[in-house]
């Protein structure tokens, strides 16, 4: 029995770096309205767009030489590989020793050293386009360059309240159970753990029960997350009614230009109506106990 609902204090992250953000997002349209140029000399270098073609030589055998692009510094080779194709002029080529880092995905292949020989094709270098009025155009409805900053400033101002107003929810929950201590069957962290790492098919039995028993600890606490919402909801009558649902339909509909018949319908073939019921229960949950506890600005 959830006996204490508030009387916490909980504080609610700053939203802060919005500017930096800001700077990041136009960096990053920029570089997806990027255009590729040819360089025709000098060696490769972070950011380059480079043509390379690759032959295995273990054991005395030379395998057939594999093409590959990629870009430098992006973590699409491993370091060794990159420093090898960063030596090399446009048509060059060399025998180079590569060993495979500590932190490799396949464990099998860690500290693992391989002979190769490596040409280089050609490089390109990637050209921004100016931040004016023109490129803020090819992105959308905007007029220039402020509305378009004032539409990624709104955005990361959204998300960042989310993210804060998420942090506060997870608080208030925790603040919750370690107030009413409760325990859960194991069978239901199970199902959980179940969830979250899937069918993985060809994974060894030995690493698959590791992993469960990594997962166990936040698997159970998310479980008691659970069923608290799912307490409160009832103790409180805080479900979604028919009428929320509807609503909040409507006000998808508004956003998308759809119809609320359209809109019901995707969400009920999609199997989607749950969780949007879900959505609306858990905001009116946490809603109620924000107005128990005290909450506080960073």
């Keep these: 029995e ?3 609902l508030g009387g ?22 920029r570089e997806e309205k990027g255009t590729w140029h040819p360089l025709e000399e000098g060696k490769p270098e972070d950011g380059n767009l480079v043509e390379v073609e690759i032959q295995r030589m ?18 699409d080779a491993i370091p060794n590989i990159e420093e090898a194709i960063k030596s090399l002029e446009i048509d060059g080529s060399g025998d180079f020793v590569v060993r495979f880092p500590d ?10 050293e391989e002979h190769l020989h490596i040409r280089l094709d050609s490089r390109q270098h990637l050209v921004l386009p100016e931040l004016d009025a023109e490129f803020a155009k090819s992105l959308g409805e905007f007029e220039g360059v402020e509305d378009l900053n004032e539409k990624i400033q709104a955005d990361l101002e959204k998300e960042a309240e989310e993210q804060a107003e998420s942090v506060v929810r997870g608080k208030l929950l925790d603040a919750i159970l370690d107030a009413n201590p409760f325990t859960v069957p194991v069978s239901m962290v199970d199902r959980y753990v179940e969830s979250v790492l899937g069918n993985p098919e060809g994974v060894p039995p030995e690493k698959l029960t590791e992993a469960k028993e ?14 608290a919402i799912d307490r409160l909801s ?17 006000e998808i509909a508004e956003k998308s230009g759809d119809t609320p018949a359209r809109i019901y319908a995707s969400l009920q073939k999609g ?28």
């Design 2 to 4: 959830l006996s204490r």
């Design 8 to 29: 916490f204090k909980v504080e609610r992250p700053a939203v802060n770096g919005l500017e930096d953000k800001l700077e990041q997002v136009l960096g990053r349209l």
């Design 58 to 75: 273990n054991d005395g055998e030379v395998g057939e030489a594999q093409p590959y692009q990629l870009v430098l510094g992006q973590g």
């Design 103 to 112: 932190d490799f995905p396949n464990e099998e292949r860690r500290g693992q």
């Design 214 to 227: 990594q997962l166990s600890p936040q698997a159970e606490h998310a479980v008691k997350r659970i069923l």
């Design 234 to 250: 009832e103790i409180q009558e805080l479900g979604a009614t028919e009428e929320e649902l509807d609503d909040r339909i409507e």
């Design 271 to 298: 199997e989607r109506l749950e969780a949007l019921e879900r959505e609306i229960t858990e905001r009116k949950v946490f809603d109620f106990l924000k107005e128990q506890s005290e909450i506080t600005e960073a």
